[in-house]
């Protein structure tokens, strides 16, 4: 196999392999927003049961029915996203396993597993954020019921409300658990597993991919191509006009604003098969390179700069 060979069966794993991340991400956030829209669907039933007359509803007992529907919920939604996390830990390791195996370097047999402990950690997170989305969400409805008891809003408007905060914001939360933790867990995996290869003597490093979103970071997008040593951070210019170090994309040692909803990922490269990407001389860019790169791309897009401040269309 010839290095030109190598490099394009490294890449196309490489790009499976983020394919399949992607595929992940969407596959369990559509099944948590599916449970969500049923528990909305159940909660939309017991309500439109009770006596036209709100002076006859009883409170107690409708909180008991809705606390029980969105339990339901939080079990079942824990339960998909801790199946999801083991899955995209697993998809993490891929990420670097399958390139270098398809390159024909077959080390992935003598590497063992990461330590996990990272992944319990991320995972019981996780769960926990899921469920409380019952809890809150339990705690806001019960607030519009209240509201209908006393006479201040009608069934109808309580009925909208349960639509609103399932449909609306608990979705949005879900979305934005899923995008995120889920991504912090493959991320994470893919490095400790690069750090693994290195140590076992693979000649690799890794390159920032950026998430191609339209509203995307322009500190993000400055970096995109950027190759790294798997133990050297980048440079990442923040929405607070701050250089923050991240060693791949939701490094949780980043401030949220630099992690929460991100796309990005870090691939792993070979040197010996590909040319770098970044400046002309294979020099990294300093800070302030890095700066003036953030600022162009959201001149350029009409996006807010890193401190926030809107950029007007020309």
Not at 171 to 187: D, K, Q
Not at 254 to 271: D, H, L, M, R, Y
Not at 276 to 292: C, S
């Amino acid at each position: 196999m010839t290095n030109q060979e190598r490099d394009r069966a490294f890449r196309a794993a490489a790009a499976a392999s983020v394919k399949g991340r992607t595929a992940l991400l969407r596959n369990t956030r559509d099944e948590i927003v599916r449970l969500l829209k049923l528990a909305q669907q159940q909660i939309a039933t017991i309500l439109a049961g009770q006596p036209t007359d709100y002076q006859l509803w009883s409170l107690p007992q409708l909180s008991k029915e809705i606390s029980r529907v969105l339990a339901t919920f939080g079990e079942q939604g824990s339960s998909v996203i801790s199946t999801a996390a083991g899955s995209a830990w697993q998809a993490g390791i891929d990420l670097v396993d399958k390139p270098l195996e398809a390159a024909g370097v077959r080390i992935a047999a003598t590497l063992g597993t990461p330590d996990t402990g990272q992944l319990m950690a991320m995972r019981a997170f996780m769960t926990g954020r899921i469920a409380n989305i019952s809890t809150v969400s339990a705690d806001a409805i019960n607030s519009e019921l209240g509201l209908v008891v006393i006479g201040a809003q009608s069934p109808g408007d309580a009925i909208t409300a349960v639509n609103r905060i399932l449909g609306g914001k608990a979705s949005a939360r879900a979305t934005t658990i899923v995008r995120t933790e889920l991504g912090r867990v493959f991320s994470a995996a893919s490095f400790a597993r690069m750090q693994q290869a290195v140590a076992n003597g693979a000649n690799i490093k890794k390159k920032w991919i950026k998430s191609g979103k339209v509203h995307s970071r322009p500190g993000h997008d400055a970096i995109d191509g950027e190759v790294r040593n798997i133990d050297e951070p980048w440079w990442v210019m923040g929405k607070d006009g701050e250089m923050h170090a991240l060693m791949y994309p939701h490094d949780p040692t980043a401030p949220a604003s630099e992690t929460i909803n991100c796309g990005c990922v870090a691939t792993p490269v070979a040197p010996d098969w590909q040319s770098m990407v970044g400046k002309p001389d294979g020099t990294p860019y300093t800070n302030a390179e890095l700066r003036a790169r953030a600022a162009a791309f959201a001149e350029k897009h009409g996006l807010p700069d890193g401190r926030g401040i809107p950029k007007l269309q020309k």
